[in-house]
């Protein structure tokens, strides 16, 4: 009796990008790519030596930072079937705690811890007491927001001098802000799409249940996404910190609607499994162009929150499963 030989196991980024049912859960983000598109058109068209001029790029760059790493974390959140309100109070918290009277070799990895044990308490709240996410993550915003206000009751503080110089200036001739996008973007996509991580939080965000059946700890899974959420908002906090050298209780308080928004314009479903980090940069993209088409045309700021919110609504309407998620 002959039998056939196993076909070699085959794992990694381009595989799973041909392969691993790449194209269908990405589905959403080629939408997000051509409404990018047709607004560089129409800035191009409009306002090309303002917007492409490279200090408005780099200034751009600058801005969409943070947005961009807090938008990747909240990707995992959502590609879980979960939510996090939580990630601009997390920015906050690091922010005060990195600006507090301690030494710089300390006041960095406590950040990352603090933002680690909020994500662990997000995820176990939602996963073991099975609160809601939206409850869950809203109530310890609160708790954060009001920790970072007692570490720092008001701006102030001095930033660890290799934050200061990792977020501030240019490097290699490109704004600082430019290598922390790309190093966010290349994490997020290789643990998503070149890891069995990844394929394991796809199982999970489209059934927990049967992912729990096949052998998969679906509820470590879910935990999981909280804490990379919260580990991607010290990240952001990290950032902005630096580039202002002081701390601010209140810098990451406009970045939590953002960082849904972001990843719903690319096309990451609330209800989980479907999305992804490619998509949320379209989506982020989105959003910091048009923030600043919008300044550029001397717009009031104030409008962009009707057109941020009327976004989100559209997204959502856009992108959606036909079983009813979160």
Known sequence: MSTQPAEPATSGVLFRFR???????????????????????????????????????????????????????????LLGAGFDLS???????????????????????????????????????????????????????SIVQGLALILRPTLGGVA????????SGSILGLPAGLFWILGGIAGTVWLVHGTSYGVRLYATGQNARATWMSGVEANHIRISTYMLSALMAAGAGAYLTGRLASGDPNVGTALGLDSVLGAALGGTLLSGG??????????????????NGLNLAGVSPYY?????????????SLFRRKEAGL
Not at 274 to 291: E, H, K, Q
Not at 304 to 316: D, E, N
């Open 19 to 77: 392969e691993d049912a790449f194209w269908y859960r990405q589905r959403g983000a080629a939408l997000s790519y051509g409404v990018l598109a047709a607004m560089l058109v129409l800035l191009a068209l409009s306002v090309p030596a303002t917007f492409y001029s490279q200090t408005n790029l780099s200034n751009l760059a600058g801005q969409l930072a943070p947005l961009f790493l807090v938008a990747l974390g909240q990707t995992f959140v």
């Open 87 to 141: 990630v601009g109070a997390v920015i906050s918290l690091s922010s005060a705690i990195l600006t507090l009277d301690l030494a710089d070799p300390v006041k960095i990895p406590l950040a990352l811890l603090a933002a680690l044990t909020v994500g662990l308490v997000n995820g176990w709240g939602c996963v073991v007491l099975r609160v809601h996410p939206i409850i869950m993550t809203l109530a310890s915003s």
């Open 160 to 167: 660890p001098t290799l934050l200061v110089q990792a977020a």
């Open 274 to 291: 479907i999305g992804g980090p490619i998509g949320t940069v379209a989506g982020v993209l989105i959003i910091g162009v048009l923030n």
């Open 304 to 316: 962009q929150f009707i057109v941020k919110g009327s976004m989100l609504v559209l997204a959502v």
